[in-house]
């Protein structure tokens, strides 16, 4: 069972910065898959970032270019550094991680970001 803590959240004004991490527990973290999704209101989850075991990285076509996800092994953390942000990242960020071999897949409780125009 892997148990995530996710942090940084909050408001900020068009155009600013934020930066989530996500503490993993539980498993061995170099077997596990990381990603952050994303549920604005009305809307389903959507995939905003994932960062693969091997360090593979690929994001969603409205985040690149201001989004950098990156992992760190020895502190069990993923982070999520969102630039330039628009109203319409205005979601609740929820940090998953997949394990690799069981393909167990486990949630973090989510983090608010609100992006004023």
């Known amino acids: 069972q892997v148990q995530l803590v996710e942090s940084g959240g909050g408001l900020v004004q068009s155009g600013g910065s934020l930066t989530l991490s996500c503490v993993a527990s539980?498993?061995?973290?170099?077997?596990?898959?990381m990603a952050w999704y994303r549920r604005a209101p009305g809307n389903q989850h959507e995939l905003v970032a994932r960062?693969?075991?091997?360090?593979?990285?690929n994001y969603r076509d409205s985040v690149k270019d201001r989004f950098t996800i990156s992992r760190d092994n020895a502190k069990s953390t993923v982070y999520l550094q969102m630039n330039s942000l628009k109203p319409e990242d205005t979601a609740v960020y929820y940090c998953?991680?997949?394990?690799?071999?069981?393909?167990?897949?486990?949630w973090g409780p989510g983090t608010q970001v609100t992006v004023s125009s």
């Open positions: 960062v693969m075991y091997n360090f593979n990285i």
């Open positions: 998953n991680a997949q394990n690799r071999a069981s393909t167990a897949s486990y």
């Open positions: 539980g498993d061995d973290y170099s077997n596990l898959d």
